[in-house]
């Protein structure tokens, strides 16, 4: 029900914008999220955005990506810039209750999941 685009191999200090689109009736409520995990790391939130447009982001990667949605469309993107080698990770988006939901252990309790899009920054 989500599908994740957009990854791929990109030099440090480049740009990638990813995009999730959802096949879910309630799209235009639901909180999309994504989340990243690299070889060895555990799962972490990257950025949220609530239906109503609130969003949050992780520390490691304020400043650097925009999470937006376009209901009409049923999609969520993440522009992403800067990237650092430290960016490299498969990324998921994921849909939920809330941004909350969407914060706590890494979205545990978010309720879809999307195949992720491989992201790869090289030095």
């Known amino acids: 029900q989500l599908q994740a685009s957009g990854g791929g191999l990109v030099q440090a200090g480049g740009s990638l914008r990813l995009s999730c689109i959802a096949s879910?009736?309630?799209?235009?409520?639901?909180?999309i999220a994504w989340y990243r995990q690299a070889p060895g790391k555990r799962r972490e939130l990257v950025a949220a955005?609530?239906?109503?447009?609130?969003?949050k982001y992780s520390d490691l990667v304020k400043g650097r990506c925009t999470i937006s949605r376009d209901n009409a469309k049923n999609t969520v993107y993440l522009q992403m810039k800067g990237l650092v080698p430290e960016d490299t990770a498969e990324y998921y988006c994921?849909?939920?209750?809330?941004?909350?939901?969407?914060?706590?252990?890494?979205?545990?309790?978010?309720?879809?999941w999307g195949r992720g899009t491989q992201v790869t920054v090289s030095s």
């Open positions: 955005i609530s239906g109503g447009g609130n969003t």
């Open positions: 879910l009736n309630t799209f235009s409520i639901n909180t």
């Open positions: 994921s849909s939920g209750r809330d941004l909350g939901t969407a914060v706590l252990n890494a979205g545990l309790g978010m309720d879809y």
